[in-house]
């Protein structure tokens, strides 16, 4: 009985794991697309629902990732601010 509870904890932690590590990377494919030129609207529209859903099962990481993405986003613009100024 103990042994089945450790494998589902285990596997349920494996599970975490791999789900966060896809919702990084599809995050960071959405990232690429967002700064490519011609914009491809279209696809950015097909990630969102499934990025979005994706958040509420990893509110935690999301958080993080987008915490990421802020500061990243606030260090270009302070430094484009002081290359213009």
């Known amino acids: ?6 494998m589902a ?15 990084g990377v599809l ?23 499934p990025l979005i859903e994706m958040s509420k099962e990893i509110p935690y990481f999301a958080a993080i990732c987008a915490r990421r993405r802020i500061e990243a986003t606030r260090k270009q613009f302070i430094e484009s601010i002081k290359q213009s100024g």
Request: charged share 10%.
């Open 27 to 49: 995050l960071q494919y959405f990232a690429v697309l967002a700064n490519k030129e011609p914009l491809n609207v279209e696809l950015l529209n097909m990630l969102v629902k």
């Open 1 to 6: 009985m103990v042994c089945d509870y450790y």
């Open 9 to 23: 904890n285990h596997m349920g932690g494996i599970y975490i794991f791999s789900f966060q590590v896809f919702y």
